[in-house]
């Protein structure tokens, strides 16, 4: 174990409902496959996340519903933490934003950033349902944008020209919940003053080395026109302002946003509360040398390259104005945001409201997790957008991990435990035998480099290459030929599960549920490739039960270089590792999706 320590901090999923394939494509499987590279690397890494519970589509959903807002989100809590937790993301802790760990550090953070003079009260126009009398959130209201012109923009944003909005600025605004036009009312609030980190942010985002040029470019195009920030919504569900007159105000919260992105921080704090070490959350937000990745789609870049870099400066005492530190001591920038693309599904935009989506509930219920782990890994929207349909992933099911993958692991094991009954001991090696274990030994140090970057694509196809190749020399070698030379068959059955061990502990990150399964294929005992798990546990201040995500990861067996078989471990007649699926199911799915099951 090194001591490097790398902060995976991963997407907030908002428990307003189940999340579907196109969520986890952007924020689950990438920090996953990142995060078990970088422990079989030997680096100290800790896992955050949790259900992001506060804001309006909450409210929305309870009154839809009469029940409570609270009831919405332990609902959709454990629906989502029970997917995640399914599809074999490997977090440390995934929490929520509703522990009284979570509001005290918001509240912390908003009030070191008062301190510093970068949160200040401004009296502004807000917007009003006059149907209901309550405060409509900028991102629930849309108009045409006064820059750009497109018809869709949001209070908040623009989606088209990426331009920050405010909701008054909208040309025809209008309600998202019941299309009424908003009425605006003078408000009292805080701002964060963005303008007052344009250097700071601009100096810090020079020093970016590797990033997507998507997310760097978008980042930096924002320090053209920064505007001040509401740091406060009108709204009865959230964190409560720590100010006085304020902190009791049943109609006075931090904004949803504001509160969501510090439970990166509030995350690591509580699994270090959790751990029995309250400080040891310090070693990866304070030691000068740790890393800090965050994994999101890239809806979510502005908050995460400008709001929450401009909140962690502000908080320093590291903005343009200067100041000192808040009680927690100076706290770590991100290293990087490693931000994904969309996923379409059959070239339509995903909407759950009009039925264009498959929730990973239902396609773990039908699928394998390490089929749809795989697919976003080798196909999914890394770098540009990229559609899911079904034909292609049947296709990468059957042929790259059935047919490719899973044909090398069961006909090597398989001639191996009927010809020998464990792992044979090789003979003097040749030319070709020596070539695939170079070939195989030698994949650690280029994959490894790529999925250290993130370019997991690369990786995943680079991986599946020298599977390829392994199939080939199994091909060529023709082991069930060589019944006159036993000894011959042997090197070759010995080499052959030598590249298989190899090409497993690569395709490790990619496909932890079958990593398991082929090292016990191989003979192996023990925990190879860890799986989180669900604990019920209580909160640590209010004491409300919740489930988290959790796991003991130290005790994995995998890690990022060849470790060479023992000759005489016992083999016996595998089964498949993987399913293949039928081309039925194209159809099948197309009919679901067509009928909005």
């Known amino acids: 174990m090194s001591d490097r320590h790398i902060l995976t901090a991963v997407a907030w999923p908002y428990a307003n409902g189940p999340r579907h394939i196109g969520h986890v494509s952007g924020f689950g499987v990438p920090s996953d496959v990142f995060s078990r590279y970088q422990r079989m690397a030997g680096n100290r890494v800790l896992m955050v996340s949790g259900t992001d519970e506060h804001g309006t589509p909450i409210t929305v959903a309870a009154d839809a519903e009469g029940v409570s807002p609270r009831e919405i989100a332990d609902r959709n809590n454990r629906l989502i933490v029970g997917d995640l937790q399914a599809l074999g993301l490997s977090y440390d802790l995934f929490t929520r934003t509703t522990t009284a760990n979570h509001a005290a550090i918001s509240q912390e953070i908003f009030l070191g950033l008062l301190k510093n003079g970068y949160v200040f009260p401004k009296t502004t126009l807000g917007a009003i349902s006059p149907s209901t009398g309550r405060t409509l959130p900028d991102r629930y209201i ?41 009425r605006f009312v003078e408000e009292e609030h805080y701002f964060l003053d963005l303008p007052a980190f344009t250097r700071s942010l601009g100096d810090w985002l020079d020093t970016r080395r590797g990033w997507r040029p998507n997310v760097l470019n978008f980042a930096k195009n924002l320090l053209t026109d920064l505007k001040p920030r509401s740091y406060t919504r ?151 957008d990229t559609d899911f349909t079904w034909a292609e992933f049947l296709r990468r099911n059957n042929d790259e991990l059935v047919a490719g993958w899973g044909n090398l692991v069961n006909r090597t094991v398989s001639m191996a435990a009927k010809n020998v009954g464990a792992v044979p001991t090789p003979g003097d ?15 650690f140090g280029p994959i490894g480099e790529l999925l250290s970057r993130n370019r997991q694509k690369a990786a995943a196809t680079e991986a599946m290459r020298v599977v390829g190749e392994a199939n080939k020399y199994l091909s060529d070698q023709a082991p069930w030929k060589l019944k006159e030379d036993p000894a011959r068959r042997d090197t070759v059955l010995h080499t052959a599960l030598q590249a298989v061990s190899d090409c497993n502990a690569l395709l490790t990150p990619f496909l932890p549920h079958s990593a398991q399964r082929i090292h016990e294929l191989l003979g192996g005992t023990g925990v190879w490739s860890p799986a989180p798990r669900t604990e019920e546990v209580t909160d640590l201040d209010d004491g409300s039960p919740y489930p988290v995500i959790t796991g003991d990861y130290a005790s994995a067996q995998a890690v990022w270089a060849s470790r060479p078989l023992e000759s005489g471990t016992p083999l016996s007649a595998p089964t498949p590792v993987f399913r293949k699926l039928d081309e039925s199911i194209v159809a099948e799915e197309l009919r679901r999706l067509d009928e909005g099951e």
């Open 429 to 443: 090696l040749t030319d070709a035998d020596r070539a695939l274990l170079s070939a195989t030994q030698g994949a």
């Open 142 to 182: 849309e108009g045409t944008c006064p820059i750009c012109g497109y018809d869709g923009a949001r209070g908040d944003q623009c989606d088209n020209c990426g331009n920050q909005l405010d909701p008054v600025d909208l040309i025809n605004p209008r309600s998202r919940i019941n299309g009424e036009t908003p």
């Open 234 to 384: 009108d709204i009865d569900w959230g964190v409560p302002v720590p100010l006085d007159g304020w902190r009791d105000r049943p109609d006075k919260r931090i904004y949803v946003w504001f509160d969501a992105v510090v439970g990166y921080l509030s995350a690591s704090i509580e699994w270090a509360r959790r751990s029995g070490d309250g400080d040891a959350w310090r070693q990866w937000w304070q030691t000068p040398d740790a890393d800090a990745y965050y994994f999101m789609g890239k809806d979510n870049i502005v908050f995460h390259a400008e709001i929450w870099p401009a909140q962690l400066l502000g908080y320093d005492g590291e903005g343009d104005r200067g100041g000192t530190p808040g009680s927690l001591g100076r706290l770590n920038l991100p290293t990087e945001v490693v931000s994904s693309e969309f996923l379409t599904m059959e070239g339509r935009k995903f909407s759950s409201s009009r039925q264009v989506v498959i929730y990973v509930r239902d396609f773990l219920a039908r699928y394998d997790a390490d089929a749809l782990r795989y697919f976003v890994a080798a196909a999914g929207p890394e770098t540009q």
